[in-house]
Nanobody, 119 residues
């Protein structure tokens, strides 16, 4: 089992930055794909970014490419999402998720952290 706890959300103005963190516990994350997703009110959950734990492969949604950066801290078993140039349309609950090696689904999810961007 993997437990995920997000932090770092808040209320900011358009153009500001925020850094989300996802602290993982329960087991080693070697080989895991760690992802960030978001869900805005009335909309379906959507993919934001992902990183393979053991290497530098990263994936980004087109809507955040160039503004958001996903990274990991191996020593702290933590994944970060640096969000720059925030826009009102980035407002959502942001979730951290973990996909085990050789699996095709994210099996573990955090509780989410709210990000609100005012115009």
């Amino acid at each position: 089992q993997v437990q995920l706890v997000e932090s770092g959300g808040g209320l900011v103005q358009a153009g500001d930055s925020l850094r989300l963190s996802c602290a993982a516990s329960g087991r080693t994350l070697s080989g895991y794909l760690m992802g960030w997703f978001r869900q805005a009110p009335g909309k379906e959950r959507e993919f934001v970014a992902a990183i393979v734990w053991n290497n530098e492969i990263r994936y980004y949604a087109n809507s955040v490419k160039g503004r958001f950066t996903i990274s990991r801290d191996n020593a702290k078993n933590t994944v970060h999402l640096q969000m720059n140039s925030l826009k009102p349309e980035d407002t959502a609950v942001y979730y951290c998720a973990a996909q085990p090696p050789f699996q095709s689904t994210y099996d573990y999810w955090g509780q989410g952290t709210q990000v609100t961007v005012s115009s």
